[in-house]
């Protein structure tokens, strides 16, 4: 893509109202755009980001057997009265009537809707086990929204709901996701820790967080060094029983400052790590809260009616691309991990006016760009200076430099944006590297 | 994907309040479930369908040099009493209050909101032209819902945004857009024709419809046959005139019957052709009607300030699911075209419980899915008679069938669902066939 025609508003001040450090870089970096209060438009390459991230949580939904559904925003009410937490909702719920009176709502989130969904098309065990998810926008009318894309009101959420004939059963479900999103924030490039967590209004009595570390999370949290062992790219065979490695994920102590008591951790100081951290995914088991109110029953082997065991995986996916800027970022800019990066390499002429030096990156362009890298190319006339802190904002994971000077001998300049290593490379060691 | 772990509800009865096709047809064949009037889920094949659509849609949008953004569904209704807007759009407009009583809607379209992202962020005639567009939910609050997916209340659309410094300009944009639209839906394997159109709430005086032939559509339309001679699948260098094509297209006569008039038409009867067609795309070209009361005006290029050209291009991206079906049908079910269709080939093991007979269904799955083909392979026990049934009722373009009996001589049966064609292929050769 190039810049003469993208859609890229970067701003060179910092925007006033943003606090934070992603909210403040996904305005500067032209990400997104504000609405109104907790409401963003995701430009270009905001949306890009966005994308990549909502596709690795898919591939990682659809390797551990969940299948993919799309609900829709709005629901009816009745079946929140149903379940009866329609009252207890309080004002997040966005309430809405419709132009015949009724009452609807805007999901905050999808337990009522998708056990409607099961309990009128499953009938039998033998259509069990089941895990059914979406990635659909849903809204929370939050009293105070802030901190950009962390805490908004209409935000993206990959939510899964599983379906089960027994406790046990159950447990393999929530052992699955659990697995899912260690991988899925791997990947992602992030540190991500589960803890053992409150359930809070989506009930059930097992639950962990997955909080990723990052220098400026909104959270104080106090883990076992232990973790640092651990590999998070679980690879398991399809059915192989996950619980060793949910049981050694969760042997260790994690805890963050609501529930950490320094007078009473069982790791000591030595192996105790404190960071900061972001609440990035929530996974509850909560068995038969709503299969039981809203009568979601199966046919079990005995012929008995069974109310299904139920557990329901949240993954805040807008919140990731905030919570990715706090973990990745320095004070030029955002640093993309690579997985996400909305573009892999961002290619600049230094001298637009003069031929050779355009000719030149017109070529590199055309080359990365037919071996399927991802560029992002600077063919503007800016100054140099700008040209080069704009690239660190946006934080590509590598800078392809060409000016005039360098090309009088042969070289471009090739610079990482996370080490800060350059390099001056001949054009085809320039692609070499980059297409390796 | 196997059946027996699929979440494929099929219906073999009809249900009683779907009164046109392509509702009864995905209400059987287990692609969507309503939740309220108008507000469908999307199950795992009927959201499958919905993607690739949209994926096509993408790509050709990105094609022809637009952009992708994604505007949220919730917008402030401030911006809509600058536009004027507010009171005009009625009862359809889906109205909400937030927590602290500040007036919001659910986005029916986004001309107001482009076009206060493109104020705020783009002053010079040097940045453009510029076309934006999102794929996302719209709600319009219809008062009589109906016919599924085709007259839903909460409906997907792409919805793309031209801003050019001149009318001349302008007509280049939706001239692009014209033929983006041309390409599209042949490439979704319909045929549509662009008819003149009135520009109603949108606004301005240029504008088409973009209607695709089906035997049961919503209207009744006439035009000249010398559409058949038209190719759709137009390949333009960039910054080619479109205007000759354009031209092409618009010259000959096409009509709803509307405004039809059947005593009053161009074309002779010999040349005339009447038949059925839906409306899935709408293109406008309104110039200065948003830009200058919202003011987005950018700095020409003698220095003075003007109102930017606008035109709006609209394609019903969940009701082109509906509009496929209702042109691809028979009366045994759904006849995808292969670039829409939720799995390539439909593979039937006929006897489950044969040793035999299963082993070859899971190598020829093994190898399909090694190729790259998407298959749904029902290896459940039900008979051969509602395995069948089912297929036809599901509408891959192909069924490989595998019995016993086949087996016994080498063979196994390759059906066209379209043709219904039947052919006694070898297994390799049927692996050939299907991955040709």
Redesign the interface.
Known sequence: MRSS???L?TLKETPADAQIASHRLMLRAGMI?Q??AG??????MG?KV?RKIEQIVREEQDAA?A??????????ADLWVESGRYDDYG??M?R?E??HG?K?L?GPTNEE?IT??FR???KSYRDLP?N?YHIQ?K?R?E?RPRFGVMRG??FLMKDAYSFDLTAEDGQKSYNAMFVAYLRTFARLGLKAIPMRADTGPIGGDLSHEFIVLAETGESEVFFDKAFDGLDPMVEAAAGADLQPIVDEWTSHYAATDEIHDADNCPVDAGNLITGRGIEVGHIFFFGEKYSKPMNATVQGPDGDTVPVQMGSYGVGVSRLVGAIIEACHDENGIVWPEAVAPFKVGLMNLRAKDEECTAACDKLYQQLTAAGIEVLYDDTDTGAGAKFANMDLIGLPYQLAVGPRGLKNGVVEVKDRKSGEKLELTPEEAIAKLTA
């Open positions: 025609r993208y859609f508003p755009r609405g109104a409401i963003y438009s995701w430009l270009p949306l966005l057997g299948q993919e559904v799309l609900m829709p925003t709005i629901q009816a004002d997040e966005l809405i419709d132009r009724r609807m805007y809707m409607d969904i009128k098309e499953i089941k059914l926008w809204f009318d009293r009101r209409e």
